[in-house]
């Protein structure tokens, strides 16, 4: 059964950082368009970054600048660098992989077929 399990996450003050990865049980993360999402407490989930399979980025206008997704395929590892962390980043982070073929970037929810059990980022201020 192929999976994905984030790590990574867990307290941080205002203004740190946090590198979170995304380990895939099989050989997917080269194959699929592969994001990270996150959802804050009584929201919904919103998309923060998503890389395409040739590494096109694209990073959400609330992380742009502060945020960087990555990938390694040798290592069916996907990360995601937070650098100037703030209070309003605290949410539960998903990654997620859409096998389904399309476009090289997918910024929709609804493609992607495949998440991990998330991670908890709390942002102290």
């Known amino acids: 059964q192929v999976q994905l399990e984030e790590s990574g996450g867990g307290l941080v003050q205002a203004g740190g950082s946090l590198r979170l990865s995304c380990a895939a049980s099989?050989?997917?993360?080269?194959?699929?368009?592969m994001a990270w999402f996150r959802q804050a407490p009584g929201k919904t989930r919103e998309l923060v970054a998503a890389?395409?399979?040739?590494?096109?980025?694209f990073h959400a206008t609330s992380v742009a600048g502060r945020f960087t997704i990555a990938r390694d395929n040798a290592k069916n590892t996907l990360y995601l660098e937070m650098n100037r962390i703030i209070v309003e980043d605290t949410a539960i982070y998903y990654c997620?992989?859409?096998?389904?073929?399309?476009?090289?970037?997918?910024?929709?929810?609804?493609?992607?077929?495949?998440w991990g059990q998330g991670t908890q980022v709390t942002v102290s201020s």
């Open positions: 997620a992989a859409s096998r389904a073929g399309g476009p090289p970037l997918i910024l929709s929810i609804e493609k992607y077929d495949l």
């Open positions: 099989a050989d997917i993360i080269s194959g699929a368009v």
């Open positions: 890389i395409s399979k040739s590494g096109t980025r």
